[in-house]
């Protein structure tokens, strides 16, 4: 059964940069066809796309996010990671990882598995 | 940057059908697909490709999507099904997940 579980510092400082892992089981990251990426949630607010790497390696970034955004893969180790820069207190959110299939291959991705997430506030 | 809209709250008594809008700019041409977050859970699949359904979601849920607006109806509406729903699309332009801004529903 296909797990993912997010990793990393509840609390950050402004300017710094923010590093989560999402660790995933019960499916290789290399599996073919898939996407993996992370979502974050604001409390109180709606869901907010970051971005995905495909299995291929090639990664795809919210415009509004990219200049801040890396995603990767470490498929030794079968894990996800997440760096954003430079944040502020507008980055405190629920930062989830997940698991995009297009099962007809149609090139419109759904998200058919999530993480259930982990808290990340900003503050000094 | 491709724009989803949803109203922010729809309101259904016990037993009677839901409609969830989610407008877009000629979505009829682009693919939706509705997830369902429940209070403190992470979001489930209840549609995705307009129409389909996952396995063991219930065929109460029902989707269509033509010209500007994509729509999640939910029949004989249940104390369960409240929750925040949001629409998603993949803009294939910059290759980039879009949401919708979320709709939730409340059970009267």
């Known amino acids: 059964q296909l797990q993912l579980q997010e990793s990393g510092p509840g609390l950050v400082k402004p300017s710094e940069t923010l590093s989560l892992t999402c660790t995933v089981s019960g499916v290789s990251i290399s599996s073919s066809g898939y996407y993996w990426g992370w979502i974050r949630q604001p409390p109180g607010k709606g869901l907010e796309w970051i971005g995905a790497i495909y299995y291929s390696g090639s990664t795809y970034y919210n415009p509004s996010l990219k200049s801040r955004v890396t995603i990767s893969a470490d498929a030794s180790k079968n894990q996800l990671s997440l760096k954003l820069s430079s944040v502020t207190a507008a980055d405190t959110a629920l930062y989830s990882c997940?698991?995009?299939?297009?099962?007809?291959?149609?090139?419109?991705?759904?998200?058919?598995?999530w993480g259930q997430g982990t808290l990340v506030t900003v503050s000094s | 940057s491709y724009v989803l809209t949803q109203p922010p709250s729809v309101s259904v008594a016990p037993g009677r059908t839901a409609t969830i809008t989610c407008g877009g700019n000629n979505i009829g041409r682009k693919t939706v697909h509705w997830y369902q977050q429940k209070s403190g859970q992470a979001p489930v699949l209840v549609i995705y490709y307009d129409k389909d359904r996952p396995s063991g979601i219930p065929e109460r849920f029902s989707g269509s999507n033509s010209g500007n607006t994509a729509t999640l109806t939910i029949s004989r509406v249940e104390a369960g099904d409240e929750a925040d729903y949001y629409c998603?699309?993949?803009?294939?332009?910059?290759?980039?997940?879009?949401f919708g801004g979320g709709t939730k529903l409340t059970v009267l």
């Open positions: 998603q699309v993949w803009e294939t332009i910059i290759d980039h997940v879009v």
């Open positions: 997940a698991r995009l299939g297009d099962s007809s291959g149609y090139g419109y991705p759904y998200i058919d598995h």
